[in-house]
């Protein structure tokens, strides 16, 4: 009879996780936040000259690389580690849109996107499977499961699974631009996830971080307002 305890223990194991190089987590760990605070740097000055916005935003990710506690890096760092490869992909893909000349990622009116509000949007059920991702952990660091569900991601059945939602993601949207752009953008987070165990060695903080955890509830608070304004003025005759 074959015997699945050993098979069982490296899938769901978690006594020696892969870590990231800790040779390269110093100034790769600075380049993370010079990434995500130039980005908003450039998205708080959306509106300005071209010139100014991406100076100030240059200027901010050169005082973030500077090494030591003059960088903003080094205390972010200390309260809540590095930024999570997704959040480190959004605000690339942000810029390099914003360098091409490319329209900002908002509506410029207050018609909303075409096809934002439909839940069979893949970028819409992205974003609401990374918000209750996001209480599960919150409920987690309460112990309120029996077990330590973030823990387990640092096994390799977690990575199995964030995979399995990617290849689900693909089959049943693969045929829709929202569709391909999110399981494409979910399969190089997950694989630069793979190559290099960036920022901790657990799955759960390279696709989710307590800033885009808010962001994400942020903006899906803000379209229930535009599409429901009584839900914040309430009935008014």
Known sequence: ???????????????????????VTGWVLHSAWALVLGTAVAWMCTGRKASARWTLAALMMLWTLLP??????????????????????LCFSYLV??????????????????????????????????????????????????????AWGFSPAALALTGALVTWLWLAW???????????W???VLGLYAVTRWPSGN???????PFLWLALQ??????????HPVICHGNQS
């Not at 080094?74 to 930024?83: C, E, V």
């Not at 000349?101 to 949007?121: F, I, T, Y």
């Not at 942020?218 to 599409?227: E, G, K, S, Y």
């Open 1 to 23: 009879m074959m015997d699945f305890i050993p098979f069982n223990t490296g899938l769901f194991g978690t006594p020696a996780p892969l870590l990231a190089v800790l040779a």
């Open 68 to 89: 030591g506690a003059v960088s903003p890096a080094y205390w972010l760092g200390l309260a809540f580690q590095s930024p999570s490869l997704a959040s480190e992909l």
């Open 97 to 150: 849109r914003q360098w091409r000349g490319h329209a900002d990622c908002q509506p410029k009116s207050d018609q909303p996107v075409e096809g934002a509000d439909d839940w069979r949007n893949a970028w819409v059920v992205s974003g609401t499977l990374a918000v209750l991702l996001g209480w599960v952990m919150l409920l987690d660091t309460l112990a309120f499961w029996p077990v330590s569900l973030y």
């Open 174 to 184: 693969g045929g829709r631009p929202d569709g391909r752009q999110a399981s494409i």
């Open 186 to 188: 979910m399969a190089a």
């Open 203 to 209: 799955v759960w903080d390279a696709v989710l971080d």
């Open 218 to 227: 942020v903006m899906a608070i803000r379209h229930l307002v535009r599409q």
